[in-house]
């Protein structure tokens, strides 16, 4: 099972950018997230879809920037950056789920929790 992540590149501060992560082959998943990790820093989950409940969740510091959103039968998951800031700078993971569901909101930011990743895409925003 390969995760693909693309989208990511250079923007200024204020800019968007849309990454995008697709499973293949075609994997029964029940839940993709992105986790993010800046340079010197340890890996830090940004957001989560759980296909069967359909809500996402979020970290605290992209509640109201950020929008995860995908398409299960396509095995694709987006997520939409905006109002980038130089701190959002790092290389974003993709990532995925198919050992079961998660009922727990704090299990979706647990990297344990996920079976698959994605080789990062980098993300830089210039101030």
């Known amino acids: 099972v390969q995760l693909q992540a693309s989208g990511g590149g250079l923007v200024q501060a204020g800019g968007s950018l849309r990454l995008t992560c697709a499973v293949s082959?075609?994997?029964?998943?029940?839940?993709m997230g992105w986790f993010r990790q800046a340079p010197g820093k340890e890996r830090e989950f940004v957001a989560a879809?759980?296909?069967?409940?359909?809500?996402?969740n979020y970290a605290d510091f992209v509640k109201g920037r950020f929008i995860i959103s995908g398409d299960n039968a396509k095995n694709t998951v987006y997520l939409q950056m905006n109002s980038l800031k130089p701190e959002d700078t790092a290389v974003y993971y993709c990532a995925a789920r198919s050992r079961g569901p998660v009922y727990s909101a704090n299990d979706y930011a647990l990297a344990r929790n996920y079976d698959y990743w994605g080789q990062g895409t980098q993300v830089t925003v210039s101030s």
């Open positions: 082959p075609r994997t029964f998943t029940y839940v």
């Open positions: 879809i759980s296909w069967s409940v359909s809500s996402p």
